[in-house]
Structure formats: structure tokens, C-alpha cells
């Protein structure tokens, strides 16, 4: 197991359930913090693996508080209670929350209905900028926090000719959403610049192969498409850590660990054997 360099920090991970959220807090456990998981599947999915109470079994094996609170974020009043219980649950406030929860609905745009629009917009944009405003108060108060907004290279224009890769525009919506993250993202870390609190968001690279991923991508990428997940939690838990003066950006996975020349490390914290 790693150092314990999250010693009593108190955590937040949305989406925990499967997935880049599962992950991440598992990594974070395992680095000594104490993690409240929310995402909606408590015990089983419909169609993908994975659950909080799955995720929260891993984490417990670590020895620091785990809290679950099973909440739907495209439900503004059952995203409200998240950071009050999580602060009740771990006994203080939020030093650190990891906004990794994401309503991925692709399909072309000239039928795309309003109903999926909204709901995108609400999980992918409401859902965590209001658990930020939940937690930055206590945040700047202590004069220190870390926000993690995970982001999407689908935010990205395209530029004529347009080529658009295998899901061609039907990630228009979803991007679009995580393009709004991002500048909410930098608004926010500008407007508490001289707080010590930081506010970044971290995109991957190439796709993270999650339970989620599998369904939406249907095994059409290629090996150079895809980072490994170990990779993404490196990016995310850096950001976790950062100092004061990074803030308000928006950051890539893999360029993010090539520049802080990190060691990609497994879910518990240890290094990853090089290939």
C-alpha cells in the first residue's frame, strides 16, 4: 500500500459505482482518505456491473471511514443532501470532491429530444457545480481545497473537414455539456484564485475502457484509442494533491502525468510494473 499522503482528508467521489468513480476512490482510500461514494445503483444495475456497495467492500479493506449515500444528480433535491450527509457522516467538512458522475447519451443531434438534453445538462453540468457551491464555503474558509471536475475531450470543436472518429456527432450533447464544465471550471477557480482552493477539471486522453465505456463504444476502438484506467486515476488523485497555483485548468490525462513525470501506480497505491 502507498504512503498515506490523504491521511485525514475527507472525500467526496460521485459516480462511484463502477467505473473511473469506483477507482478513484479506491486510490484515495488507499492513500489513507476517508470517502463518502454516492452514485444511484446501492446493491445492482440493470444492465452494468459494479455498485456502491461493491465499491465501498474494497475500500473498507483500507481501514478509513466509508460512507455511502445512494442519490440521483439529475434530481436537484436528492443531489442536495450529498454534501450535508457526507459532512454529518465523516465528522467535517469536504477537503477534497472528485465530480466524476456523467450522463452519457449519444445519438445524432437533428433528433436528439429535449428530455436527454436536459438531463445531460443536469448531471453533467447542474449536479456538480452545485455540490461545488455545497463545499467551497468550508473550502475557502480553511483557506485550502481540491475540486476534480473529470471532463471530456468531446468538448473539443471540430474544424473543417470534419472527421469525427467512430461516434460521429452523436457526442454533440455530451460535449457540449462538459465544454460548459470546463468554463464553469475556470470561472469558478478564477473568481477564488487568492483562496487556496483549487478547481480543475481532467479529461482522458484516449477512451478509459469502464463498464460504461464497454457498452457505449461497442468494442470499436482500436488499442491507440484507449488509456488504461490506472492511468486516468493517476491524472485525478495528481489533481487531488495539486498546489495553490494550479488552478482553473483544464488538464489531459497522459500530458498531465508526462509532465509531473509521475509513476502511473495500481488502485492500492503501488507502482505499476514497466512493460
Known amino acids: 500500500m502507498s504512503e498515506g499522503r490523504f ?14 468513480g469506483a477507482a478513484v476512490a479506491q486510490r484515495l482510500a488507499a492513500e489513507g482518505a476517508d470517502v463518502a461514494i454516492t452514485a444511484r445503483t446501492l446493491d445492482r444495475h440493470a444492465s452494468l456491473e459494479g455498485s456502491l456497495h461493491e465499491t465501498a467492500n474494497r475500500l473498507q479493506h483500507f481501514g478509513g471511514a466509508v460512507v455511502v449515500i445512494t442519490a440521483d444528480l439529475a434530481d436537484p433535491d436528492d443531489r442536495a443532501r450529498i454534501v450535508p450527509e457526507a459532512t454529518r457522516a465523516l465528522a467535517g467538512p469536504i477537503d477534497i470532491l472528485v ?29 456538480p457545480f452545485d455540490l461545488a457551491q455545497a463545499v467551497l464555503p468550508s473550502m475557502v474558509e480553511q483557506g485550502e481545497g481540491w475540486v476534480v471536475n473529470v471532463s471530456s475531450a468531446t468538448a473539443h470543436l471540430w474544424q473543417p473537414p470534419f472527421r469525427l472518429g467512430s461516434l460521429g456527432s452523436t457526442t454533440g450533447v ?51 484509442q484507449i488509456e488504461t484506467m490506472e492511468e486516468m486515476v493517476e491524472a485525478v488523485v495528481a489533481l487531488c494533491d495539486c498546489p495553490p497555483e494550479r488552478t482553473g485548468r483544464t488538464d489531459v490525462s497522459l500530458d498531465l502525468i508526462a509532465e509531473l513525470g509521475l509513476v502511473v501506480r495500481d488502485l492500492e497505491g503501488e507502482p505499476l510494473a514497466r512493460p
Open 7 to 20: 491521511i485525514g482528508r475527507r472525500v467526496v467521489v460521485t459516480g462511484a459505482s463502477r467505473g473511473i
Open 99 to 127: 465530480n466524476n458522475a456523467a450522463a452519457a447519451i449519444y445519438q445524432p443531434l437533428l433528433d436528439f429530444p429535449l428530455r436527454r438534453r436536459r438531463l445531460t445538462f443536469e448531471v453533467n453540468v447542474h449536479a
Open 174 to 224: 455530451y460535449g457540449a455539456s462538459k465544454a460548459a464544465l470546463n468554463r464553469l471550471t475556470n470561472a469558478l477557480a478564477a473568481e477564488l484564485a487568492t483562496s487556496g482552493v483549487r478547481i480543475n477539471t481532467v479529461e482522458p486522453r484516449a477512451a478509459v475502457m469502464s463498464e460504461g465505456a464497454e457498452v457505449l463504444t461497442g468494442g470499436s476502438l482500436q488499442v491507440d
